[in-house]
């Protein structure tokens, strides 16, 4: 026998505790005569159990006959314990990660810097590879012959950049007037500054030395830097070996700078040999 | 009582159970209806509030949330005692699962997922892995560093066929690709409602967040010692721990949740809006974070654009949700049931009568004694 809703006149199935339209209890409604004011909605105890049979709301009823699954609750000290594990054991794994990789890489980078020549010297590398001439490059203070495959990125009356054929690394060499006159040590020291400002994490690569020699005439000083190149979402270890030199009353400058991936550095300093050795400075 | 706004006849309740509107208010609060002053997934904030928690995992309940910040939280102090430590290998680690697992044990608690865990998790966290190494990869191939910072000794300047690649083709084609695996999810119709598609969205877009911050730090991964000084590493680390999965899984949600009220027939300028904004915010985190460090600007500068595009992004997502939910809580019918935002007892339709929380909205465990709607609306024109 259908139950009709007191308050809104809804014929509701038997065994329907609420009116499947407007929610009221049906046993209150049909208790009250004339029902004018409807219960409040928040009981004020747990909730009946769900009644017997199908629940006939046009939208909602009970999954299946039976009692209802348990509510799921995640403990809150289970989250927080999650969480925590994560950390520890992404610790571990990156501590672990880090001291294998760092092993791997001393091993593979034995002697990766550019050996500074003794002064008077003609190259700071040993072993020139073979490549095919691809033409002279040149400007106002420097000039040098370009390996086959390799292309200017960019010039102007100081500085010429080149890049290899792969694309993993440049070659920037550059001369000019400096005004007032700098030593090769304010040379250095101006480009260390000028790391440290771009580059904060910039500092001298692990094993790297400082020396001084000379680069195909140019009296300077050699070193290496290492710091965190960040672009596109990128975030590359990057490993600079550096000239900087200056002729003997300091007018004139003249820097060499190699840009790699630290992991890189040993093959591309053998592969920038032929780039090194023929540079000819034009001012002295 | 009758609704102030539906007119219909409904319980006693601060909120209307059927369309949800506040009852009683004129125009204090704006439009009662609307009811933007109270968010339809946590109605103790206002829809314009950027809240992450209530945002991207909007089937928490009201304790619930706390112990998802706490927990947030708890990762991100691990980070900085890593950072601090000098072990940033593992920082890095942390910071990019950070986001993920926390999403992985909401997708557990709410159960989201319902009786289909693998399928929802492999279509969407891994698939949302997949498409990350391939296009993080692809991108990598593509975009060489060394090409556009060849002469670190040159003035700052922004390249412009850098900032065409990083700053616009990538995030749009990883916008696009991003949102594949939840739209091919085989069972989508047994989750018709946005809700359902922002939080599958969410959980492809921090998939793909973890592959691309593994793959973009796999360079100091292999090459940074175990123990190194700290340096500027935190900023990159809090692009790693919070923005970037923020970014990537707000933007992907956006996409999906409009995927998903497309195929309920309901595209309107909300929805288009929703994925012009997501390509948009996309562009100018990553434009903009290019620019500002080809630039040289403070690296806290470039922190602060990225957190200002991510709220803006999530303020979104609310605005889209909230009533994209407030139109599809109108269509349920009563049950009893305990609000999972104030845990009242209530007999109610799609909204709490108490605090006005959408119910379609409340976690699994709760709707499970109900069967799915016959809403004739859920599968328009044959889409599904």
């Not at chain 1, 929610?23 to 105890?45: D, R």
């Not at chain 1, 999650?82 to 760092?102: E, K, P």
């Not at chain 2, 922004?158 to 700053?167: N, P």
């Not at chain 2, 967040?209 to 292999?222: H, P, R, V, Y």
Request: aromatic share 8%; glycine share 10%.
């Amino acid at each position: 026998m259908a139950v009709t809703c007191a308050r809104c006149g809804t014929q509701n199935p038997d065994g329907n505790q609420f009116c499947q339209a407007c929610g009221t209890p049906l046993a209150v409604a049909a208790s009250q005569p004339g029902f004018a004011s409807p219960p409040a909605t928040a009981l004020p105890g747990p909730p009946p159990g769900p009644p017997p049979g199908a629940y006939q709301s046009p939208y909602y009823s009970p999954s299946a006959v039976g009692p209802q699954p348990p509510v799921h609750r995640t403990p809150w000290v289970l989250i927080i314990s999650a969480i925590v594990v994560l950390v520890v054991l992404m610790a571990g794994c990156g501590t672990a990660f880090a001291v294998l990789g760092s092993r791997a890489n001393n091993n593979g980078s034995a002697g990766i810097l550019p050996s500074p020549s003794p002064a008077g010297s003609p190259s700071p590398v040993a072993t020139p590879t073979p490549t095919t001439p691809g033409g002279t490059v040149s400007n106002k203070g420097e000039s040098f012959t370009l390996p086959g495959g390799w292309t200017v990125a960019s010039k102007d009356d100081e500085s010429i950049s080149v890049t290899n054929p792969d694309g993993d690394g440049s070659v920037t060499v550059g001369s000019g007037v400096s005004d007032p006159a700098q030593t090769a040590q304010d040379n250095k020291a101006t480009i260390d500054k000028f790391f440290k400002d771009k580059y904060p994490d910039t500092k001298a690569c692990p094993g790297s030395k400082t020396t001084t020699g000379s680069l195909n005439g140019a009296q300077g000083i050699f070193w290496e830097v290492c710091f965190t190149l960040s672009a596109g979402g990128q975030s590359i270890q990057a490993g600079a070996p550096l000239f900087a030199g200056a002729n003997s009353d300091g007018s004139v400058y003249y820097v060499v700078l190699l840009l790699t991936s630290q992991s890189n550095l040993k093959s591309f300093i053998a592969e920038t040999a032929p780039v090194l050795q023929s540079i000819h400075w034009n001012l002295t | 009582m009758q609704c102030d706004h539906c007119a219909q006849d409904v319980p006693d309740g601060v909120f209307c159970t059927r369309c949800g509107a506040h009852q009683g208010t004129t125009e204090e609060f704006g439009n009662a209806k609307l009811r933007e002053h109270r968010y339809a997934a946590h109605p103790g904030e206002h829809v314009a509030q950027p809240s992450v928690i209530t945002t991207l995992f909007p089937h928490l309940g009201h304790n619930k949330i706390h112990e998802f910040r706490w927990a947030f939280t708890a990762g991100l102090a691990g980070v900085l005692v890593l950072y601090l430590a000098g072990l940033i290998t593992a920082a890095i680690l942390v910071s990019a699962f950070l986001v993920p697992v926390l999403y992985l044990i909401y997708l557990y608690e709410a159960q989201v997922y319902r009786d289909e865990p693998a399928t929802i998790l492999g279509f969407t966290l891994g698939g949302g892995i997949i498409v990350g190494i391939v296009v993080t990869i692809l991108g990598r191939a593509i975009y060489n560093p060394f090409d556009y910072q060849v002469n670190p000794l040159g003035n700052p300047g922004v390249s412009i066929g850098a900032l065409l690649v990083v700053g616009l083709v990538m995030p749009v084609v990883q916008e696009v690709l991003k949102a594949v695996p939840a739209f091919f999810l085989p069972n989508r119709a047994d989750f018709p409602e946005t809700v359902d598609g922002l939080v599958f969205g969410v959980a492809a877009g921090l998939g793909f967040s973890l592959a691309e911050g593994l793959i973009g730090f796999s360079s100091a991964l292999t090459t940074l010692p175990a123990h190194v000084a700290p340096g500027n590493w935190i900023y990159d680390l809090a692009t790693l721990a919070v923005l970037q999965p923020l970014l990537q899984g707000s933007a992907t949600g956006m996409v999906v949740a409009t995927i998903w009220r497309y195929r309920r027939g309901r595209l309107a300028g909300r929805e288009i809006g929703g994925v012009a904004m997501a390509v948009i915010a996309h562009i100018a985190f990553a434009g903009g974070t290019l620019v500002l460090k080809d630039s040289a600007v403070n690296p806290l500068a470039i922190l602060i654009w990225q957190a200002v595009v991510v709220g803006a992004l999530l303020i979104y997502i609310r605005y889209l949700l909230h009533h994209a939910l407030l139109e599809e809580a109108a269509h349920m019918g009563f049950a009893e049931t305990v609000c999972p935002s104030c845990h009242t007892h209530i007999v109610a339709s799609g909204f709490c009568p108490n605090c006005g929380m959408a119910l379609t909205a409340a976690p699994n465990a709760i709707k499970r004694s109900r069967r799915p709607r016959k809403d004739p609306a859920a599968t328009p024109s044959g889409r599904s």
